[in-house]
Nanobody, 126 residues
Framework: QVQLVESGGGLMQAGGSLRLSCAAS????????MGWFRQAPGKEREFVAA????????YYADSVKGRFTISRDNLKNTVYLQMNSLKPEDTAVYYC???????????????????WGQGTQVTVSS
């Protein structure tokens, strides 16, 4: 069982930067691939970025490629999402997610993740 808690969201002007953090409980964090997803009002939850257990493999949505960076620190049980050059269309609730234990390869698919945080709001004003 993994419990995830996101932090770092807030209100930012377009062009600014934010870093989201996701702290995981338990001793198995390094054995889970991790992902970030987001959901805007009235829209379905969508993939943002994902990272393998070691950090060696990362995936990004086309809409954030070159602006967002996912990383992880297995000693701190934390995964990060550095968001630069923010746009109003990045406004959403951002969720951290973990794949099942020992599934170390990241995925872009929502249903491949078993554990979810409560989300953190990111609002980007124009």
């Amino acid at each position: 069982q993994v419990q995830l808690v996101e932090s770092g969201g807030g209100l930012m002007q377009a062009g600014g930067s934010l870093r989201l953090s996701c702290a995981a409980s338990g001793r198995t964090f390094s054995n889970h691939a991790m992902g970030w997803f987001r959901q805007a009002p009235g829209k379905e939850r969508e993939f943002v970025a994902a990272i393998s257990w070691s950090g060696g493999v990362t995936y990004y949505a086309d809409s954030v490629k070159g602006r967002f960076t996912i990383s992880r620190d297995n000693l701190k049980n934390t995964v990060y999402l550095q968001m630069n050059s923010l746009k109003p269309e990045d406004t959403a609730v951002y969720y951290c997610a973990a794949r099942p234990l020992l599934l170390r390869v990241p995925s872009k698919l929502t249903h491949d993740y078993d554990y979810w945080g409560q989300g953190t709001q990111v609002t980007v004003s124009s």
